[in-house]
């Protein structure tokens, strides 16, 4: 039974243990060894640990009895209506204690990397559609030219990279943003996957962000829309913003030797959704190396990671991957790398006009009246200091700073040539030489 949520098919919920597509050691040994860590005894505590369906989580109990493992201790009757406890048996810790030994992953039973591959192609980032009223809506607090519009409607619809670049300070970050917020729809995300007997976990409440849905309870005889496979977490789709910091180890397998076991790079985290590579040029790394790390994924939808054991394994690449950068692309990259990133878009600095534009509003919404012997002084004496090199984010700043300075003076927000000197000279820093 699939169904549909926000417009993407839900994972279906497991009915059965063969449904889950694990090894049966495997699931059993997770169900011991949260019943170790998390001291559990019923069904209903289990199945919500495990994220299984009641009736699945008594085949697991059963199966662990069968072979000895875990033991009923009769009806629990404190807090669990008349359920049934359960424990472990001196087998049943021994087993596992040693299991933990081989792994600490405990909890939400993984998902099988063939079904998960199969979940990411129903929701693809690639099926997404977006219009240019969802996109204006989203960028409605930037003021951007039609033309860039344009250019970034089919660059996100079609699901491929983009690059931005520009001089700094004209919105490459918020666009980035803005782009994230049109998406508007929910995808599921995995718990954790498991590969070859390895358990690797996905979702991570810093990058997703879950979101509300109405679930019906699994364990209800009545047959309603709203059941999924609760190993999966309905979420937004996931943001990834990475800058300066990005190294090429981010996008490998975290392996914790401690506890052995692994969890998804930040692109696999990302899937479904945007991976934002702000500042290009900035990492320790050189900008062509990193795009030669994405060039495989970008152009076949697939990733490879390995394994501490050295196997490698595929996984998929279902992201829009933004890069961002203040440098001309040619600088750093060579043209086998930028014929490989499918969109490039230029974000300039508005004009003359745009600037006014952006002035005037900025100045309305924040309360500061406009001042025309303030405005020609700022156009005739200190833009020419520049070069009349115009960025988006100059009218904010100046504004903030004639507010603080008014606050500061304890006068009515306003505007003159004096205000626009005190408030331009925090802008930029002077050239000079500081004594030691």
């Known amino acids: 039974m699939n169904m549909h949520v926000s417009n993407v098919l839900a994972p279906p919920l497991p009915r059965s243990l063969e449904q889950l597509g694990l090894p049966q050691v495997m699931m059993r040994d997770i169900l011991l060894k949260t019943m170790f860590r998390m001291n559990l005894e019923n069904v209903t505590d289990l199945s919500a640990a495990l994220c299984l369906a009641n009736s699945v989580c008594q085949d697991l109990i059963d199966l662990a009895r069968g072979q000895k493992l875990v033991e009923a201790t009769g009806t629990l009757h404190a807090n669990s209506g008349s359920e049934m406890g359960y424990q472990l048996s001196d087998a049943g810790k ?48 930037l003021i951007l030219p039609d033309s860039l519009l344009d250019h970034l409607g089919p660059a996100v619809g079609s699901g491929r990279s983009i690059l931005m670049y520009g001089p700094p300070g004209n919105g490459k970050s918020s666009i980035s943003n803005g782009i ?19 358990v690797i976990t996905v979702y991570d409440p810093i990058v997703h962000t879950a979101a509300e849905m109405q679930v019906d309870d699994p364990n209800s005889l009545r047959r309603t829309a709203n059941r999924f496979d609760l190993r999966y977490v309905y979420c937004e789709r996931p943001t990834v913003i990475t800058g300066g910091e990005l190294s090429l180890d ?31 040029g900035r990492q320790a790394e ?12 970008l152009e076949e939808s697939k990733d490879i990671l390995a394994l501490q054991s050295g196997e490698k394994f595929e996984v998929p690449f279902d992201t829009l991957v933004i890069f961002s950068t203040n440098f001309h692309p040619n600088e750093i990259f060579d043209k086998a790398a930028l014929r490989r990133i499918f969109f490039k878009i230029k974000i300039d600095g508005p004009d003359q006009a745009g600037f006014l534009k952006i002035f005037a509003m900025v100045a309305k919404k924040k309360k500061v009246p406009l001042d025309e012997k303030a405005l020609l002084h700022l156009m005739k004496v ?34 003159s040539p004096e205000l626009i000197d005190r408030a331009w000279a925090n802008m ?3 050239e000079e030489e500081i004594v030691h």
């Open 180 to 198: 994230r917020d049109a998406m508007g729809d929910k995808i599921f995300v995995p718990r954790a996957i498991e590969f070859s007997g390895q």
């Open 382 to 415: 200190k833009y020419p200091t520049i070069d009349n090199i115009y960025a988006n984010y100059q009218p904010n700043f100046l504004i903030d700073q004639i507010i603080a300075i008014c606050e500061f003076e304890g006068i009515p927000y306003q505007m």
């Open 286 to 297: 050189p900008p062509q190396a990193l795009v030669n790390r994405w060039i495989v994924p």
């Open 428 to 430: 930029f820093v002077k």
């Open 94 to 141: 021994a087993r596992a204690l040693d299991a933990l030994a081989q792994s600490e992953y405990y909890g939400a039973m993984p998902i099988p990397l063939t079904d998960y591959q199969q979940q990411v192609e129903r929701q693809s980032i690639r099926n997404i559609q977006i219009t240019r009223d969802q996109l204006t809506n989203a960028m409605g607090h």
């Open 250 to 280: 981010m996008l490998d397998l975290v392996y914790n030797p401690t506890a052995r076991t692994y969890q998804a790079p930040l692109q696999l985290k990302s899937t479904g959704g945007i991976f934002i590579v702000d500042d290009l």
